[in-house]
């Protein structure tokens, strides 16, 4: 059987875009061999001219405005790697009115408008799939998707941002102080130099509301969540939950009560007895305990370019795969 | 939209198939909700006539031959719970023939035939799934194979047997020696009356036959694994690898050099600073190392009816939006 070429646009090259279209580049061979599909770059959208030029892509398929990649009819799915809320959301939007499946690992995008991009797949018949938006390369949207189908889901509890694990983790086997901690996370890349969405569990929450909206069927957002961050957290406290036979973790946590369910992201004293004690490093972890299936969880290296990368390219041929079967259903 | 109705037959009223029966009728809106898919229960294939009678099925749903179910064009896809090899792999093998999509969670025929089950379901253009077959409820089929598209698969260490599991955690645990673990499982009904498959792992090389199989692209046969039971480990041994900072569980593992691997299932000392060392109880784990993603854990209660239904119900549905596409890529 000859293999199905799928075209693809990427817009933004950041951190993640580069690795999006690296992967397709080298790993295409081993993609169709399990996929039976052909994953061909078609064109991407960047405005950077030294970040066009550090890609080291034929320049014939850089472009600066979107309108150029929804008129182009050999693009079959969008992956959209631009950061923030827009025009990201709304260009992810446009895809798909354009009529392209959308592949996307923007939470932030997607915990402030998923109602209407859902809805806006639906209409036209697309894919809008974001396995990852949350634990990058932990294949959580395939296994929670799967226990949806036949759960409910009673409770959700993860550490979903690695950074803030880092810094917490390194807090309890250095002894460092807070700043410390930021300090060296910073250090090795995995902080930005300003760490607010991290260190404050923006990023956290952003997670929870998307994993909470497909809990509950309906719309969460973010600014409905209790958060609170890490920059309280002090040495004193981890030495003393570490006394009491606990770990200090940032957990987004959304527990079950009848048709709703309360949400919050915040640092709480996790025992030795439960796995999520033992996630360490800059490692992520979600625990979802259906009513069939108990707690399943699930853990890895929630960010980096290469995991998230893999998880979107998974994403596109989910599309290609499912289509307008692969969105979720519509949230009220 | 309408809902697009789904006939289902289930062969055998073991406990399994039983939970897949009763699954299918009392979560009916559930799943048609969180899919568009509407189950019918349309033929149960049971030649005890006291299981049929427990069931409480409308007599006309029963029947005692395969063929029956094989006539029936409103039968889409077959669900497996006969356990042993034959005939219950024939059968699979028939249903595909028959141009029905196969759901199973019999784990000794998929690991005996799969090259052949696979094989035929391509032929026939059929979905062949088997989320169940290992590690019961947990979705590691969907995370494996989302795994497998992006990824070379370099090492999948699991605990994949929960009744060993449980034995090794009291050993541990309670001090118990292997045979007041051995009493305990039983009477609790994690273990049978005749526990050899669990205690000398032949349910674990057959896991890790399917596992490795899809990690190599070939078919990996169960005889051909290094295979060591728990029916040696003593308490002394249990005791002495505590002291030493780990504890003993029955591992299995496929270790990947160059395009072969080293298999076995044996019981190793797990360090306790890893996840597997403190997966208790009658719980699974399954580790998967990709070169692009790292390590990533799933875990959860690995049997019991109520998970395993669950699964099975999965697949039914992927079975149905994928069809083809959603069996494994041949192997050689």
Redesign the interface.
Known sequence: MPPRVVGVAVLGLGTIGSEVVR?IQA?RD??E????YRLELRKVLERGPQRAARADLSPDLIVTDLDTILRDNDVDVVVGTLGGDQPAAEYLQRSLEAGMHVVTANKEALAKHLRRLVEVAHQHQRALLF?ASVG????LM???????????IDRIRGIVNGTTNYMLWQMAEQGWSYQQALAEAQRLGYAEPDPTADVEGFDAVYKLAILASMMLGRHILPDTIDRTGITGVSADQIAQARAQGGTIKLIASAVRNGNDASLRVAPEVISNSE?LS??NANFNAVEIT?D??????????GAGP??T???I??DI?EAM??GK?ATI?LLS
């Not at 061999?33 to 039976?36: C, I, M, Q, T």
């Not at 395939?142 to 409910?152: G, W």
């Not at 069939?292 to 290296?301: A, D, E, F, M």
């Open positions: 992967t790993q081993l993609i061999a399990a996929s039976g396995e990058g390369g932990i294949p395939a296994a929670y998707r799967q226990l949806l189908l036949t759960n409910r796995l033992h996630i259906g069939r299936v108990g707690p399943i969880l699930l853990s890895g290296q290469l995991p990368a893999s998880a390219v998974s041929v795969r499912d079967n259903p």
